[in-house]
């Protein structure tokens, strides 16, 4: 009676969707030509009242079949979330029936009572099904629950679930929901562990080649870090669980893999760290030669996937080694950078990257000038000469020759530093001879243009103090006054002598020169005003 009621209410609800479309027809075409569309709530009431009917009888068809498929089915084979998903629908279904056919007494209890007593009656059985057909189910939870039942519960493929129904685990409910919810437990447990794994797989070390040399260096591994301590925690909670003796060794298993795996990467990143501090001291091969082989990364660019390269043998003690051979090179490195600084001081002026640098590149003056203005205040760069340096420069464009070259290519470079340390002093003694000589023979404009900037300076300062200490000598007032006027003429020359169209280093010389001089000055006006 059920497959000829919905077939009959099929057939009508197709029906009054043709006569839809043709009112829908109508009014369209009663649009078009501007007349009095025709009203349709004739259509709408029948709808409306029908709606309800097609509902319940299709909904009655669905459930007999689907009913009569799951009971005819392995219970091996349910599938209890559909089932339970199918439940739910058609119990908010007729629920709203039964608001919807309230007068309709005849069908309510002929059809929609009994269709609902039977999907509650079901309903009953939903909760242990989907206990039991729950994937943490196993062998020995099924021979738990055999030995509460008293009989073997454990399914085939030829019990179905009428024949599980028919067994009546109900009576057994409390027994067998406590076993359920144990193995769903386990399973979580094992669940959390196996996506552990599956992140891991997709885990790789990203690699990148270090300044064309054919080593290879660890990048960006942020991500692995921080998947490896949360997969720690994670680990530590899944083992402080109540349900873990069943993944208990794979759990501990795991959390050494990972603190082993910690472990390898900060040894790691350490060595790594090493090797690029010591690398610039080391040519061609050699750092090769010293390290061994299995520190490098070669293998690890060629096949980046984090379990490969975790698991390979003996990598933790290859790395201890390697970090071990780097601690020793380091102690004997700075034992070598504490050497060179006693061989030549300034270096101390110098950071322990910068030294080794300059040191690694000791026959390349290009090298050694970047950091020439620290070993030498203001001395910028150093022009050659062949093998011979022959002045020294500042950042300003002013370049002082030194008397005597200073050959560059000696057997350490503490040597040439020491020898051009020398001849910078002797340098600047000599122009400082002859600046004093020349200052008495020459104008002040000559004089000024003749000297490096800072023996102009210097030299002024001397005379200074040299006319300043044979007037006090003689105890004459009127020659300190004297004195004062020769100083107020020099600044009146020099301050002509800045009004002109000069180069920018002679006005620097100049600009430092009247500084002085006003000082001077000042000085000498002080000694006349108190009469000294």
């Not at 209890?109 to 999907?119: A, H, K, T």
């Not at 082993?260 to 790594?272: A, D, F, G, N, P």
């Not at 600084?341 to 390349?364: A, V």
């Not at 050659?384 to 950042?395: A, C, Q």
Request: aromatic letters at 8%; a negative charge; one cysteine or more.
């Amino acid at each position: 009676m059920t497959v000829e009621a919905v077939d009959q209410v099929n057939e009508m609800q197709k029906c009054m969707e043709e006569m839809q479309a043709e009112q829908d027809t109508y009014n369209r075409h009663e649009k078009l030509f501007s007349f009095e569309q025709g009203s349709n709530k004739v259509l709408v009431k029948l709808q409306s009242e029908f709606t309800p009917l097609h509902t319940l009888w299709n909904l009655a068809n669905d459930w007999q079949t689907t009913r009569a498929l799951w009971l005819d089915t392995s219970f091996t084979q349910i599938k209890p979330e559909p089932m339970n998903q199918f439940i739910i629908q058609a119990t908010k279904k007729l629920n709203k029936l039964k608001k919807e056919l309230a007068d309709q007494h005849f069908l309510v209890d002929r059809v929609l009572n009994p269709l609902s007593q039977q999907i509650d009656e079901f309903k009953k059985h939903v909760p242990l099904i989907m206990k039991l057909r729950h994937p943490g189910i196993k062998t020995k939870h099924w021979e738990e629950i055999s030995k509460v039942v008293g009989f073997n519960a454990a399914p085939d493929l030829e019990l179905t679930l009428q024949g599980f129904l028919d067994l009546h685990f109900e009576q057994w409910m409390e027994q067998v929901t406590q076993i359920a919810n144990v193995a769903a437990q386990e399973y979580t447990l094992e669940t959390s562990l196996d996506q552990m794994d599956a992140d891991l797989q997709t885990k790789k070390f990203v690699t990148s080649e270090f300044r064309n040399s054919g080593q290879f260096i660890l990048n960006e591994i942020d991500d692995i870090t921080s998947t490896i301590d949360d997969q720690l925690v994670t680990t530590q909670t899944i083992l402080a669980s109540p349900f873990i003796e069943p993944v208990k060794k794979r759990a501990q298993e795991r959390l050494s893999f990972l603190h082993l795996s910690e472990k390898i990467i900060m040894k790691w990143i350490s060595c790594q760290k090493n090797w690029l501090y010591l690398q610039p001291i080391f040519t061609g091969t050699s750092i090769q030669q010293k390290l061994a082989k299995e520190a490098r990364l070669n293998g690890t660019h060629n096949h980046p996937e984090f379990q490969t390269v975790m698991t390979r043998d003996g990598l933790f003690d290859q790395l201890n080694q390697c970090n071990n051979l780097l601690d020793q090179i380091n102690i004997g490195l700075n034992k070598y950078l504490e050497a060179k600084r006693m061989g030549f001081p300034r270096f101390f002026f110098l950071s322990n990257d910068e030294l080794i640098t300059i040191l690694s590149h000791s026959k390349e003056i290009g090298k050694v000038q970047e950091s020439l203005s620290k070993l030498f205040e203001y001395v910028n760069t150093v022009t050659m000469d062949g093998d011979d340096i022959v002045s020294m420069n500042d950042s300003e464009g002013e370049k002082v020759k030194l008397f005597n070259p200073v050959q560059f290519d000696t057997p350490e470079i503490e040597d040439w530093l020491n020898n051009f340390e020398a001849e910078m002093k002797h340098s600047l003694n000599q122009y400082i001879e002859q600046a004093n000589m020349a200052i008495k023979k020459q104008s002040k404009e000559e004089w000024i243009t003749s000297f490096p900037a800072q023996v102009i300076l210097i030299t002024n300062q001397i005379n200074w103090r040299l006319q300043v200490t044979q007037v006090l000598s003689g105890q004459k007032l009127q020659a300190m006054k004297v004195l004062l006027q020769k100083y107020l003429e020099q600044l009146e020359t020099l301050t002509g002598l800045v009004r002109k169209p000069i180069d920018r280093l002679t006005r620097q010389v100049l600009s430092c020169l009247l500084i002085l001089e006003v000082h001077n000055r000042e000085i000498i006006k002080d000694f006349v005003h108190k009469e000294v």
